[in-house]
């Protein structure tokens, strides 16, 4: 027998005050609710009730018991309200990841405006650029850039993540405007680094050049620009990240025609085959925002 619905009949039995009551509540015969009690005081191994052939009551371990047994399914169906409210309407927590650059240069201002479209909605957004087990550390989804392996997560392609390569004006009236990957030797270029593994810069028809070693390198591509934007070296970074500086003049654009192919981005989450609303209304706002048909620069 199932322990809870036991449980319930015999509360029914208790607030009813009779066998015959707590039958017609669950529409069950009164011999399957002694057999239900029976369930239950076997299990105790006690008594729950005392019957005579005028009345009956609880016993000492039977009133415990109840109690006991109207907390639990107190707390079971509070549960289900909420999760049946959480499918009617947008609530709740949403546990996000995604790449640092991305992350606090366009989700965050785009999520400001999620969460005004949706008031009983939350953000935990994590924004780390280490591939994440969204199952093992329990988020709801993660953007990804690059090619995906087969994980077997939902995949929904965003627009391309593009590159540029920028230099300040100062910085070029000083050292002069690079006009081929082979004058990157006399300059300054920002390298970036990930996990202390040093990535070195790999320009579209162009083999890797170990010759660019820049004497300023980060693990952060807010780092990088901020140098650039002082006058420091040249700069490679996700054109998201700089197109801001580059609008307003601060950055200007090299060797365009070298710049990395754009790499896809994808937003990636757990199948489930009923998501709540807070999660299908974020992937509809994340592909109205950041869909493949939607302007690369200026998000």
């Known amino acids: ?8 009949v015999f509360v029914a039995v208790v607030d009813a005050g009779s066998f ?6 669950f529409q069950i015969s009164p011999v399957m609710v002694g057999k239900h009690i ?13 019957r005579t052939t005028r009345r009956q009551g609880l016993t000492e371990i039977g009133a415990q ?18 999760a049946e409210a959480m499918r ?47 199952l093992d550390e329990g988020f709801d989804a993660a953007v990804r850039i690059g090619a ?5 997560m939902v995949a929904r392609p965003l627009r391309l993540y593009g590159m540029s390569i920028c230099a300040s004006p100062a910085y070029l009236a000083r050292r002069g405007t690079p006009r081929s990957p082979d004058d990157l030797a006399q300059h ?20 890797e050049r170990t010759i660019w070693a820049g004497r300023f390198r980060s693990n952060n591509g807010q780092a990088l620009r901020m140098a650039a934007l002082h006058g420091f070296g040249i700069v490679m970074q996700a054109e998201i990240l700089l197109a801001q500086d580059i609008a307003a003049g601060r950055l200007v654009p090299l060797l365009e025609q070298y710049v990395p192919t ?33 302007s690369r620069v200026g998000m």
């Open 88 to 134: 009617a309407g947008p609530r709740g927590k949403l546990k996000l990841t995604a790449p640092v650059s991305f992350g606090s240069e366009w989700l965050a201002p785009a999520l400001a405006d999620y969460l005004a479209r949706y008031p009983d909605v939350g953000v935990d957004l994590s924004l780390n650029d280490r591939l994440v087990d969204l």
């Open 188 to 207: 300054e270029c920002l390298d970036y680094m990930h996990w202390n593994q040093h990535v070195r810069w790999r320009l579209k028809g162009e083999t």
């Open 38 to 50: 029976k369930h239950l005081e076997t299990l105790l191994g006690a008594r729950l009730l005392m």
């Open 1 to 8: 027998m199932d322990k809870l619905r036991s449980m319930a």
């Open 148 to 152: 995906l392996g087969d994980s077997g």
């Open 20 to 25: 015959t009551a707590a039958a017609e509540t």
């Open 262 to 294: 754009p790499r896809p981005m994808h937003l990636v989450y757990p199948r489930d085959r009923q998501a709540t609303p807070k999660l299908t209304t974020f992937i509809d706002f994340m592909l109205e925002r950041f869909g493949p048909t939607t």
């Open 65 to 82: 018991y109840c109690e006991q047994c109207r907390s639990i399914l107190a707390q079971i169906a509070a549960a289900e309200t909420g």
